[in-house]
Structure formats: C-alpha cells, structure tokens
C-alpha cells in the first residue's frame, strides 16, 4: 500500500525517482508525486490520478534538477485521493518534503497541537503533521536524521517515512515502523523503496531495514540507527532477479505475463527440495523435528488469494499428516482469542511478506508460544523475518495486483510442508513422499499443456462480458478453487462472482439460478473418490434444469460430465488432491478476459493495491 521512493547520487534524482514510481505504482495508484532538492530549495509537483497524470504535470511545469528526491504512488486511508491529499507533505515554510506508507494513528492529537503553535495543515491526511513536526525538530537541532528519530518516538501506528530537507543538501531519511523499506546501494548513490523494484534497475545490493530503525542516505554511504539513536547492525543481501524480471516482456499486462510465467515459477518452487539423501529440506527452518513431532494442530492464517491457498493446504495436511487443520482470516484471527499453545503450529501465507493482517496474526500466535512457518514469495520481507521457519516460493516479482503465479508456488510450497510434516512425523514413507513429488514435478509441464489451450475459454469470457452474476462451484479442493475463481471476476472484471461448496447450493444459493446464468462448475477427476464426481455431476444437472449455462473444467478423459456441459474446459487428469494447480488456471484467464472485455484495467484493478500494510 503507497509506494515510496527516495534518491541521492549523481543522477537526476526527478528521473530515478520517476523510473521507480513507475515499478512500484501496483502498491497504490490513486495520486502521486515527487520532490527534489535544487538550487538550495526544494520543489514539488504532485497529482491525484494515476502516474500518468503526475508525468503531464511534469511536463506542463517542468522541476528544476537536482541529485536528491522523493516520490510517492498512493493508496489513500485518510483523505480521498485529491491533489492536495497527494504525497509529498511539506511544512509551512516548504522546505521539508515527507512521503509516507501506513497510518499514524495518533494523528489527531498531533494535529491539534499543532494547530495550537500556529501551524496551518492543510490537507485531511495524518502524514501532513510529519512535516510540520519534522520541521520544528530541524530547526531545534539541525539535523534530519536525528529530527525523524524525535518524531518517530511520538508516533502510534505503523508507518514508512522518507524525508528530505532543504537544509540538508545530498541526504535522503528513512523510518519504518511494520511497514516496508528497503535500502539499495550503488557506487556514489543510494536509494530507498518500498520494495527493490525500484532501484533494481541501478543496483543488486540491498540491505534490510529492522523495525524502529532509521537509515541515512547519503551518496557516500548509509547509516542506520534505532529511533533510540543507537547504531544498528546493518543485513545486507543480493537481489536474486534483474530489472527484465520486473518488466512486461511483451505482454499487454503485467497480468498475462504471471499467468504465463507459472509453468517456471511451480518448477522454480520444487527446485532443490530433495536432498541427496531422498528427503525434503525447507528454506529456513528454526523449528526442530523433535518440535514438529510435538505439534498437535496446524493452523493456518492468510488472506485473500492466499487464504484460498491455505484452505486447499488443509486437505493435504490433514490427509497426509493426519494432523487436525484449520484455516483462519489473517484479519479475524487473532480477535476471536483463538486456543493456541507451544504444540500448535502457524503456518503464515503470504505473497509480499507485509499484509499487515497477517502479520499481526503470526505476532498474536508467537505471543501464544507457538512456532509461526512463513511460506512467502518476497525475500527479506517482515513475515518470514519475523517467523521461527520459512520456505520461499520462486514465483519471481509478481506485479499485477491479483494474484496468479504466487497463488499456485503457494499451493506448492503447502503440498511440500505437507510432506515435510509428514517426513518428520513418520505419518508418510519416504517413496511415499517422493511419488508425490513426481506428480509435482510433472505440473509444471501440465500448466503448460492449459496455458496452450485457453484460446476457447477466452472466446467463452467475451461472450459474458454483459452479465451481471456468475457463480462458482467446487467440492473437496475445487471449492477453494471455486472461491478463488469468484474472487479473481470480482476484482478484475467487477461483477457479481460467488463461489459456493457444490453440495451447499440447494440450501439456498439455488435460488440465484436463473435462465442462461453463467455457472462455472470445477469437477473433481472421477478417478480420484468416484462419489464426488457423481455427486457433482448431479448437482450440475440440477443447475442446468432450472436454467443455468454451464461451464465444466473436467480433467481429460471425462465423459460423464459432456452431456451436461454447455461449454466444456478441459485440464490434464491429476492426482485428486493436486487438481488445483491446473483447474485454477482457466479460471485466471477467465477472469482476466473478461476484463480486459469490460474494458477494465487488468493490473490495477479500481480501489485495491497489491501489498496491504494496513489491517
Ligand atoms: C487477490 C490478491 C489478494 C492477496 C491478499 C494477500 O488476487 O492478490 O487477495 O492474495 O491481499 O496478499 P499477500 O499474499 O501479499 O499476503
């Protein structure tokens, strides 16, 4: 949520920051804006609108240059997104510039004392209180990093801040309390970001910021302390992708190029999972078998696409480990007081490693003594930082704002965890286990087999581009299927989309059938529990009777399910528990044209950012 970006070097600082705008505007796309420190001032132009609107200002009335900026994409939480609302803040003497991510929640009180010295705010946010308080602070001693320190110290809430100042030529500085930031290094200029997409275009060399810390930018070096003033230990590490990974490729959307990108990034996931010996190792794991074998339940926490994720993990786990399984919202978890212990195990999904839901959640279940194990996709971001064991997806950068190649490494990794649970606890066989990875490791080439087929379901979405409702059926890891489906229409295509339990419809959403309304119905492989099957196809020939046009995805071989289908998608046959990996994939296509056909914006989707860092 809200991008950040600062700069100080020897480049235009305008178009570094711009660039890096540009790469980041999936975190937040309502307003923008920039600032940079020229000829012993500091100038600002911002705009609300997309980045393309900020640019034709530039345009229009051009900043002078200067080697050290800010820049800011937004996702707005107080204030709509105006010009004035528009990041960066400046004081009343216009001489601090402020961006900033995450709330502050004691804004108010803030504000009012301010107000009280004479301070004029204008705008209706809670960072504009940042620049007047850090402007006193300047003016009180002198220096940025120090004023930000003081400022820090009086703020509640969670909160980025990058900072710079007109009496402080050739410095950028940075805060971060739960929020990101990351620092990027390069030869005689430094950078700051929300996320390394912004500077890997300049450099590979990041380091990590802690919580309560602030860094000082400068061209010959950084510095990082504590918001106590003392020094802090500084983690350095390579970024492992380039600049072209975080580029279209050709493709018309970001969007598009993920979803064709998921047949490397399941096999990326598998990479290096087996050991020489035939076991299966995690990334990093700070949780002892022996701990393992003591856990009595697994409880999952995630939002989103990511909970979907999570709720198709519980069959697996449940199944594999015979271990109890339960699936949580990150954002009602830690609120119901959930029963939680040193023997329970959390397991936090998380694509970008900052929802702060799920974040808060992990922190409530560590607060219980149980051990967290964090399946993300971003490196050195604050879930798996802050969990006891982590095993990263290799989905690479995922940019569009919905979720597609991180949601099936996702499915990877809890079908590995599976297993490792399995592995430790002895409630799975070694060839038992490496049979299963086979069939993982034939996926990738499965997804592919899909990906080539989906001329016909994109036709199919065209046609629907009018409807008002489609709903979604599964049963047994369909019905997660069904669910994400749902949400990928919703906010892509902003239609009615719900995804229901098949056997749940005739107690009640049946009524929502109607003539010629789209039902997608996921069918489990017959091969698999042969009573789900033929439950299923009964429950679609009780849609079709009252009406509904019926879209099947049915694996290959399926023939039970052609009399009933009035558009038939067909997905390579599977092992029952894995269908999802290959049935979610035309439901993505689907989705994304179906938008593209309502004429939405496929990558940035209205009101939604990719990383939520606010609960
Ligand atoms: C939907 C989508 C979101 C995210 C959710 C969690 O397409 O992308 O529902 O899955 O916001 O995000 P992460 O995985 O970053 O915690």
């Not at 007047?132 to 602070?137: G, I, K, N, P, S």
């Given at each position: 949520m809200c991008g950040i970006v600062g700069y100080v070097g020897s480049q235009s600082a305008l178009d570094v920051v711009m660039a890096g705008l540009k790469r980041l505007e999936y975190r937040g796309y309502d307003s923008a804006g920039v600032a940079v420190l020229a000829d012993g001032g500091l100038a600002a132009a911002k705009k609300a609108g997309k980045l393309v609107n900020l640019e034709k200002a530039l345009v229009e009335g051009p900043l002078p240059t200067g080697s050290t900026g800010v820049g800011h994409t937004r996702w707005a939480t107080?204030?709509?997104?105006t010009d004035g609302n528009a990041h960066p803040h400046l004081d009343n003497a216009g001489r601090v510039a402020v961006v900033h991510n995450g709330i502050i929640e004691n804004f108010a009180v803030l504000r009012a004392e301010l107000a009280e010295r004479g301070h004029e705010l204008t705008s209706?946010?809670?960072?504009e209180v940042v620049a007047h308080l850090l402007a006193e602070e300047f003016s009180a001693t002198g220096d940025l990093a120090e004023a930000m320190r003081l400022v820090c110290r009086r703020l509640e809430g969670a909160f980025t801040l990058v900072a710079v100042h007109a009496d402080a030529p050739d410095l950028v500085v940075g805060a971060r309390r739960n929020s990101p930031l990351v620092v990027g290094v390069g030869e005689g200029e430094a950078f700051l970001a929300s996320d390394v997409a912004a500077f890997i275009a300049h450099t590979r060399s990041a380091i990590e910021l802690g919580q309560d810390q602030v860094v000082e930018l400068r061209r010959d070096g950084v510095t990082v302390t504590g918001f106590d003033g003392r020094p802090a230990e500084v983690r350095s590490y390579h970024v492992d992708w380039d600049a072209s990974a975080a580029e279209k490729g050709g493709y018309d959307y970001f969007m598009l190029k993920e979803i064709a990108e998921q047949p490397k990034a399941v096999a990326d996931t598998l990479?290096?999972?087996?050991d020489p010996s035939g076991s299966l190792t995690l990334d990093?794991?700070?949780?002892?078998p022996q701990e393992l074998r003591e856990v009595d339940k697994v409880v999952i926490v995630a939002c989103g696409t990511a909970f979907h994720a999570g709720l198709i993990a519980k069959y697996a786990i449940e199944h594999w480990t015979r271990m109890p399984c339960e699936v949580e919202l990150a954002s009602e978890f830690r609120y119901r007081d959930p029963i939680l212990d040193g023997r329970s195990l959390v397991i936090a999904i998380s694509q970008s490693g900052e929802t702060m839901d799920t974040l808060m959640a992990l922190r409530h279940a560590r607060e219980q003594g149980s051990k967290v194990l964090a399946i993300c996709n971003t490196n050195g971001s604050t879930i798996p930082r802050e969990s006891d064991a982590v095993l990263y997806t290799h989905a690479g950068p995922e940019v569009a704002v919905a979720s597609t190649k991180a949601f099936l490494t996702q499915l990877v990794a809890c079908y590995l965890v599976a297993l490792y649970l399995g592995q430790v606890r002895g409630t799975k066989w070694g060839d038992e286990i490496q049979a299963v990875i086979r069939d993982l490791s034939r996926i990738s080439e499965e997804v592919d087999r899909v990906l080539e087929t989906m001329e016909p379901v994109r036709a199919l979405a065209r046609t629907l581009a009018a409807k008002d409702t489609v709903l979604f059926l599964g049963r047994h890891v369909g019905y997660p299927v069904a669910l994400e489906g749902a949400l990928k229409l919703k906010e892509l295509a902003y239609m009615h989309a719900e995804g229901f339990a098949a056997g749940e419809l005739k107690h009640g959403p049946i009524a929502l059938i109607e003539e010629d309304l789209p039902v997608v119905v996921v069918v489990p492989s017959p091969r698999g529990r042969s009573v789900l099957h033929d439950k299923i196809v009964s429950n679609i020939q009780e849609i079709r009777a009252r009406g509904a046009r019926t879209i099947v995805i049915a694996e290959e071989g399926?023939?039970?399910?052609v009399p009933y289908a009035d558009h038939l998608i067909r997905i390579p046959a599977t092992p029952t528990l894995l269908q999802p990996l290959v049935a979610t994939v035309p439901l993505q296509v689907f989705a994304c044209e179906l938008a593209t056909a309502r004429g939405n914006e496929v990558d940035q989707p209205r009101n939604l950012a990719k990383s939520v860092t606010v609960e």
């Amino acid at each position: 949520m809200c991008g950040i970006v600062g700069y100080v070097g020897s480049q235009s600082a305008l178009d570094v920051v711009m660039a890096g705008l540009k790469r980041l505007e999936y975190r937040g796309y309502d307003s923008a804006g920039v600032a940079v420190l020229a000829d012993g001032g500091l100038a600002a132009a911002k705009k609300a609108g997309k980045l393309v609107n900020l640019e034709k200002a530039l345009v229009e009335g051009p900043l002078p240059t200067g080697s050290t900026g800010v820049g800011h994409t937004r996702w707005a939480t107080h204030g709509g997104p105006t010009d004035g609302n528009a990041h960066p803040h400046l004081d009343n003497a216009g001489r601090v510039a402020v961006v900033h991510n995450g709330i502050i929640e004691n804004f108010a009180v803030l504000r009012a004392e301010l107000a009280e010295r004479g301070h004029e705010l204008t705008s209706e946010t809670d960072t504009e209180v940042v620049a007047h308080l850090l402007a006193e602070e300047f003016s009180a001693t002198g220096d940025l990093a120090e004023a930000m320190r003081l400022v820090c110290r009086r703020l509640e809430g969670a909160f980025t801040l990058v900072a710079v100042h007109a009496d402080a030529p050739d410095l950028v500085v940075g805060a971060r309390r739960n929020s990101p930031l990351v620092v990027g290094v390069g030869e005689g200029e430094a950078f700051l970001a929300s996320d390394v997409a912004a500077f890997i275009a300049h450099t590979r060399s990041a380091i990590e910021l802690g919580q309560d810390q602030v860094v000082e930018l400068r061209r010959d070096g950084v510095t990082v302390t504590g918001f106590d003033g003392r020094p802090a230990e500084v983690r350095s590490y390579h970024v492992d992708w380039d600049a072209s990974a975080a580029e279209k490729g050709g493709y018309d959307y970001f969007m598009l190029k993920e979803i064709a990108e998921q047949p490397k990034a399941v096999a990326d996931t598998l990479l290096g999972r087996i050991d020489p010996s035939g076991s299966l190792t995690l990334d990093e794991v700070r949780i002892s078998p022996q701990e393992l074998r003591e856990v009595d339940k697994v409880v999952i926490v995630a939002c989103g696409t990511a909970f979907h994720a999570g709720l198709i993990a519980k069959y697996a786990i449940e199944h594999w480990t015979r271990m109890p399984c339960e699936v949580e919202l990150a954002s009602e978890f830690r609120y119901r007081d959930p029963i939680l212990d040193g023997r329970s195990l959390v397991i936090a999904i998380s694509q970008s490693g900052e929802t702060m839901d799920t974040l808060m959640a992990l922190r409530h279940a560590r607060e219980q003594g149980s051990k967290v194990l964090a399946i993300c996709n971003t490196n050195g971001s604050t879930i798996p930082r802050e969990s006891d064991a982590v095993l990263y997806t290799h989905a690479g950068p995922e940019v569009a704002v919905a979720s597609t190649k991180a949601f099936l490494t996702q499915l990877v990794a809890c079908y590995l965890v599976a297993l490792y649970l399995g592995q430790v606890r002895g409630t799975k066989w070694g060839d038992e286990i490496q049979a299963v990875i086979r069939d993982l490791s034939r996926i990738s080439e499965e997804v592919d087999r899909v990906l080539e087929t989906m001329e016909p379901v994109r036709a199919l979405a065209r046609t629907l581009a009018a409807k008002d409702t489609v709903l979604f059926l599964g049963r047994h890891v369909g019905y997660p299927v069904a669910l994400e489906g749902a949400l990928k229409l919703k906010e892509l295509a902003y239609m009615h989309a719900e995804g229901f339990a098949a056997g749940e419809l005739k107690h009640g959403p049946i009524a929502l059938i109607e003539e010629d309304l789209p039902v997608v119905v996921v069918v489990p492989s017959p091969r698999g529990r042969s009573v789900l099957h033929d439950k299923i196809v009964s429950n679609i020939q009780e849609i079709r009777a009252r009406g509904a046009r019926t879209i099947v995805i049915a694996e290959e071989g399926d023939e039970a399910v052609v009399p009933y289908a009035d558009h038939l998608i067909r997905i390579p046959a599977t092992p029952t528990l894995l269908q999802p990996l290959v049935a979610t994939v035309p439901l993505q296509v689907f989705a994304c044209e179906l938008a593209t056909a309502r004429g939405n914006e496929v990558d940035q989707p209205r009101n939604l950012a990719k990383s939520v860092t606010v609960e």
